[in-house]
């Protein structure tokens, strides 16, 4: 899988805390498209969200 942007891997951040229940800042529309590009997020009615792929992705990028 390609590497992703600072920018990209921040909007995925951003996606599991809302996923969590937290207020998350805006999160740039270009980077969320990407991430539904990679099947790392999804487009809802509520806005983008993080897939079951995106969070195991994170979760590596996190244990490094």
């Not at 590497?3 to 921040?10: F, I, P, V």
């Not at 998350?24 to 990679?38: C, E, K, S, Y």
């Not at 009615?45 to 979760?59: D, V």
Request: proline share 3%.
């Amino acid at each position: 899988m390609a590497e992703l942007t600072e920018g990209q891997a921040q909007a995925l951040r951003n996606l599991a805390r809302k996923k969590q229940g937290a207020e998350v800042p805006f999160v740039n529309i270009a980077d969320a498209r990407t991430l539904t590009d990679l099947g790392l997020a999804h487009r809802t009615r509520e806005g983008w969200e993080i897939t079951p792929e995106g969070a195991a992705l994170l979760s590596g990028l996190q244990d490094n």
